[in-house]
């Protein structure tokens, strides 16, 4: 066990180690110069161009660009941002609440509602309450999440005035406003945004629930309590419900990339000051340290997420060899 | 093959999957027979008096900002939007079940190697990786978008085929071929491959809708299909001031993607609930 | 969970989400204001407001925390030593055509209290000037020689020659620093951390708290010198979509925010009963600007567009007018030479030329272009009339007006290609020369002396491989005349027009939408939110 724990540590590592060294790559064979964009708004001459370079080390030869850069990182310093000119770390430090609280909601709304609906699906296999959920899901899956945003923030932030269509707090409450009124100001802002990233992303869930809790149904054991005369709720929330249950949770590394690819999207939409907004900003700016730093971040959490996942089949799943 | 054909038939007697073919057929209908007798998508005829016309008798979908023809450019956006999911599909499905194939057959450090790399892409959300190589081009041609989007989207195919390929390694069929000593390209591709079609098939028609979605998305930041081609996302995007005041030449290019994303999930979910016979 | 319960709590979730929005939307502090703006400040100090930190969201921060020495008056003259009102210099006088000397405002404080002194000026002159700190300036400051602090109360600043816009250099640029605060900066690039964090200025508004990715707040200065404050507090929300900002005005969260084009967001917020729409001349010009060289090698002229007679045929070709109207509705005009509407030297200037047809073909056909093989493109000796044109994703009416143009040069027999780049390859192309017609879009400082950079044969934006020699000395008889200079500016714009090196299509207001809460609305062409405390509110 504690030799397989290590392996599986070390293949992780290995794995972002290469993701790292392939972003690197891409991200410098690609033209443009992250200075050159200055010159959209004021133009810049040679000399000062020049003084700008050194500062970020872009006049240095790629190869050394990429040891200097891996040096650093394995300190945890992710260098400093050009459009910023603040280190990448605290930048990151400063959004990433805000990916995670809106990340967090959405990954709440997809195991509550969606795990609830998907077993609803499987219960009423082929009645029309499956078939109209799986269409539905589907429909909100097939939904550019931009535009849904488009039409959300409108419709329901300035149409009906309901909720706020951009941003993440009222500036104008007071910060010394009790943890309620904060909390519901909060929630009121994340909203929006949570509920488009739920809609183009649970049907995933529930389709995976769907199938885990219609396999579970067909076993055996179910067969036999219905058999005793288990009550039907019991049967299903108590005895399958329970093992469905466990190979969709496992799912859990799935969501951080469709999750942190969507909230590029929908961020900017609704102002909300998180990575994918910052990560969309840098693309447009080519803020090389910036885009590096949030693009890693993300596909740590992606790594970390599948090995959270192996862990838990080997813990929870006994028929997981060791070998 | 047959076998195929029952699972095909199987999509058509469900009403969900029957909805998605009969939507899916609509959608290449009108990309196939309407673009030729619709007005040219990328004509102004006057921008300042034909400009957001609401849908009516000359536009059934209106005009655009710059008076053009949103039926006419939903139609075009149609026949590309649907040839470049389906050509990069076509590759990505290919390079993912040879990758799959040569690494679960294979094993020991080859698969290793192979799976490392796998991982490592990954770990890197497909849309940030396509945004930095789409950087590259300045005008990016459709052949070239076609090959950036399917090259990248193999990945987790190849993790598919090569856990099917594990799993059919251990079968009696398998092992009996082996032992009639049968090559090992001919175990692959005699053998192996025929048995990871379903799921392929399945891999291949969700893969159609997420890279429809994508190219929306990547056209929508200014980065897919270059004007003037009509594509979906492009017209979003161009249509994004006009969002209120002119709904109709943003919400109809949205009910495109919509609808053909659906369409085919659709058969993509029935075609797994088939291969699946419990949940059938 | 009992379904009953369940929903029941979804209920009350709802209720509390919807509940708290309309209450704090309506129950506004009546001093407090909120701005909406395309970017949060990320270092609000002069002279670190260098390379990417050149933003306008940094400069209108800036400007609300310190003070000038002098601002430009209502007629934005920037020669001559007329049409500046004083600031923090109570008054300046002239020792000779080398030397001017400033007497700083007794009253003026600094945040924490102490005086703003002379040597706060030295500071900050002395860190502008310095390359290694802060390029862009020091190449703004390279007439000054020297800033020296006669006693607490005035500063003397040296020219090293003798020109129009001396005063205009010695107030414009740089804003003074806190030298009590920051006497070990002189010479250092990075100022102290805590003074980042929490900049100390002498401006209306003091500095309160950032919240990243959110909004800045700040604070009126009940004891400013020049008077107290209308507005009490303001919030500075940062949305960098434009929709994200408009939403915010129309939902009643923002009070004031800018509006970009195209027309149809200025048209949203006419109709909207409690905003209102107010614009201010803007630094911004927008044209196509033709290569004179070949785009793949410099040293050649560009095969087509070397000939100023086809230059001339695709600007007649343009229905400019149309274009500016279609975009920009009222809010922009046809610019007359490279010329936004906030340079003085608009003024007088003739109307620029129609579009005109059939007199662009027939310049065409005179230099030999001519659609022999009848496919609707001209050619010549085989070679068709076609060109690429760049531009830059992110600018939506650039996008918009590219498409306009190709379409209109498409019917004099023109055939453009569309190049749709991204921001950063897009200006590296452009500073490379390596394009055929560029998209370009300029913001200028409010002196036509800034023309030199693109217009001249050396200018360091000369892109385009213009050269003139002619308009080269006119512009610089017009920098060093100390009167007259408006008539040379003039026919440096003629002469200019003539040889036709761009089109120039669109010199646009800002446009700003306020809600009617605001009474007084004052908005400054050179840097739109500096009169804020000026403003009052309902």
Redesign the interface.
């Known amino acids: 066990m504690k030799r397989w724990l290590a392996g599986r540590v070390a293949q992780a590592v290995v794995t972002f180690a290469l993701a790292a060294v392939l972003l690197f790559v891409l991200m410098r064979l690609a033209p443009g110069d992250p200075l050159g964009r200055l010159a959209t708004q004021r133009p810049l001459t040679p000399d000062e161009v020049a003084v700008l370079r050194a500062r970020y080390g872009l006049d240095q030869p790629l190869a050394r660009q990429f040891t200097a850069w891996a040096g650093a990182l394995l300190h945890g310093d992710l260098g400093t941002s050009i459009e910023y000119g603040r280190p990448v770390a605290g930048l990151i430090a400063e959004r990433l609440p805000a990916t995670l609280l809106l990340g967090g909601a959405v990954l709440l709304v997809n195991f509550t509602l969606g795990l609830w609906l998907g077993v609803q699906q499987a219960i009423r296999r082929g009645a029309l309450v499956d078939r109209g959920l799986t269409v539905l899901s589907l429909a909100g899956y097939a939904m550019p999440s931009f535009w849904l945003g488009l039409v959300l923030a409108w419709l329901v932030g300035v149409r009906w005035r309901v909720l706020p269509p951009a941003g993440m707090s009222d500036p104008l409450l007071d910060p010394a406003a009790g943890l309620g009124a904060r909390a519901a100001d909060l929630l009121a802002h994340l909203a929006l945004p949570a509920l488009t990233l739920a809609v183009v992303s649970i049907a995933a869930t529930m389709r995976y629930q769907r199938r885990a809790m219609l396999d579970v149904l067909g076993f055996p054991y179910i067969v036999a309590a219905r058999a005793k005369g288990v009550p039907e709720g019991d049967v299903r929330w108590r005895h399958a419900w329970r093992n469905a249950l466990f190979p969709v949770l496992t799912l859990f590394g799935l969501w951080l990339p469709i999750l942190a690819t969507g909230s590029v999207f929908v961020e900017s939409v609704f102002a909300w000051p998180g990575l994918g907004s910052l990560a969309a900003e840098a693309v447009g700016t080519r803020d090389y340290p910036l885009l590096m730093g949030a693009t890693l971040l993300v596909s740590a959490l992606v790594v970390a997420g599948g090995l959270i996942t192996d862990l838990a089949y080997a813990v929870l799943d006994p028929r997981v060899r060791f070998g | 093959m047959g076998s195929l054909r029952a699972l095909l038939g199987v999509t058509w007697r469900r009403?969900?999957a029957r909805?998605g073919w009969l939507l899916l057929g609509a959608v290449l209908a009108a990309a196939l027979v309407l673009p030729p007798i619709l007005p040219d998508p990328?004509?102004?005829p006057d921008?300042?008096s034909q400009?957001?016309l609401p849908p009516g008798l000359g536009h059934p979908f209106g005009t655009d900002?710059?008076s053009r023809d949103v039926l006419s450019r939903v139609a075009w956006g149609a026949r590309v939007s649907l040839s470049v999911a389906a050509l990069a599909v076509v590759l990505s499905v290919t390079i993912g079940a040879a990758v799959g194939l040569v690494a679960g057959y294979a094993g020991g450090r080859t698969d290793a190697v192979l799976m490392?790399?796998v991982?490592?892409?990954?770990?890197?959300?497909?849309?940030?990786?396509l945004?930095?190589?789409l950087?590259?081009w300045?005008?990016i041609p459709l052949a070239a978008l076609i090959v950036i989007l399917g090259t990248t989207g193999w990945f987790a195919t190849s993790r598919l085929v090569r856990g099917e390929v594990l799993r059919l390694r251990g079968e009696d069929f398998v092992r009996g071929a082996e032992a009639l000593g049968a090559g090992r390209r001919r175990v692959m591709f005699r053998h192996l491959l025929p048995n990871t079609l379903g799921p392929l098939l399945v891999a291949a028609t969700l893969g159609v809708?997420e890279v429809i979605?994508l190219e929306?998305?990547l056209s929508?930041?200014?980065?897919g299909i270059?004007?003037?081609t009509p594509s979906w996302?492009g017209m979003?995007l161009?249509a994004?001031?006009?969002?209120?005041?002119?709904p109709w030449s943003?919400v109809f290019p949205?009910l495109a993607?919509?609808?053909?994303?659906?369409a085919v999930?659709?058969v993509g979910?029935a075609l797994s609930?088939a291969l699946?016979p419990?949940?059938a | 969970m009992p379904s009953a319960l369940r929903r029941s709590a979804l209920a009350a979730c709802l209720l509390a989400l919807a509940a708290p929005h309309t209450g704090l939307a309506q129950s506004r502090d009546r001093r407090t204001i909120v701005l909406a703006v395309p970017q949060q400040a990320s270092v609000p100090i002069p002279t670190m407001m260098e390379g990417a930190a050149s933003t306008t969201g940094n400069q209108d921060v800036a400007d609300q925390l310190f003070l000038r020495l002098a601002v430009l008056g209502p007629a934005l003259q920037t020669s001559g030593d007329d049409g500046f009102v004083p600031q923090l210099a109570r008054s300046w006088t002239r020792r000779d055509s080398l030397t001017l000397a400033f007497d700083l405002d007794p009253r003026a404080r600094w945040h924490d209290g102490s005086p703003v002194v002379a040597a706060d000026v030295v500071l900050a002159f002395d860190r502008a000037r310095n390359p290694a700190i802060a390029p862009k300036l020091a190449g703004l400051l390279r007439h000054v020689a020297a800033v020296t602090a006669e006693s607490d109360r005035r500063v003397v600043i040296r020219f090293d020659r003798a020109y129009a816009e001396q005063l205009y250099d010695a107030t414009f640029h740089v804003q003074p620093l806190p030298s009590h605060l920051l006497a070990s900066a002189r010479a250092a690039p990075e100022l102290p951390r805590e003074f980042v964090q929490h900049p100390v200025g002498n401006g209306p508004f003091k500095w309160v708290r950032s919240v990243p990715g959110q909004f800045i707040e700040l604070a009126a200065d009940t004891a400013f010198f020049l008077g107290r404050p209308g507005i009490g507090r303001v919030f500075i929300r940062a949305a960098s979509d434009p929709d994200a900002r408009l939403n915010l005005m129309l939902s009643g969260e923002a009070d004031a925010t800018d509006v970009s084009a195209p027309v149809s967001n200025f048209q949203r917020v006419a109709a909207a009963p409690d905003l209102r729409t107010a614009s201010v001349p803007s630094p911004v010009m927008g044209y196509l600007l033709f290569n004179q060289r070949d785009r793949t090698d410099r040293s050649r002229p560009h095969p087509i567009l070397s000939d100023p007679v086809v230059r001339r045929a695709i600007v007649l070709a343009l229905d400019r007018v149309m274009m500016v109207r279609a975009t920009y509705g009222a809010y922009a005009d046809v610019p007359y030479g490279p010329v936004s509407q906030l340079l003085w030297i608009r003024r007088g200037s003739p109307r620029a030329a129609r579009q005109n047809l059939g007199e662009a073909r027939r310049l065409l056909a005179s230099r030999g272009w001519t659609d022999s093989d009848g496919d609707g493109v001209l050619d010549r000796d085989g070679r068709p009339l076609a060109l690429t044109l760049n531009y830059p994703l992110t600018s939506e009416v650039r996008r918009q007006m590219a498409t306009l143009a190709q379409e209109q040069l498409r019917q004099a027999g023109i055939r453009i290609d569309l190049v749709r780049l991204e921001g950063p390859v897009w200006s590296e192309r452009r500073s490379r020369g390596a394009f055929d017609i560029d998209f370009s879009s300029v913001t200028q400082d409010p002196t036509p002396s800034g023309l030199t950079q693109g217009w001249t044969c050396h200018g360091g934006t000369n892109v385009g491989g213009y050269c003139d020699p002619a308009v080269d000395s006119l512009m610089e008889r017009a920098i060093a005349a100390r009167s007259g200079a408006d008539r040379l500016w003039q026919e440096v714009l003629r002469r200019i027009e003539a040889d036709a090196p761009a089109a120039f299509l669109y010199a646009p207001s800002y446009v700003f939408a306020v809600n009617r809460r605001v009474a007084t609305v004052r908005l400054r062409p050179e840097s739109a939110w500096r009169d804020l405390w000026q403003w009052s509110v309902r």
Do not use: Y
């Open positions: 009403p969900s909805i990328a004509a102004q921008i300042l400009a957001n900002m710059l490392r790399l991982d490592a892409a990954l770990a890197v959300p497909r849309l940030f990786i945004l930095l190589l950087a590259v300045e005008r809708g979605l929306a998305g929508f930041l200014g980065l270059q004007p003037p996302g979003i161009d994004k001031p006009v969002l209120v005041t002119a943003s949205g993607i919509l609808v053909t994303v659906l999930n659709l979910d609930d699946d419990r949940s």
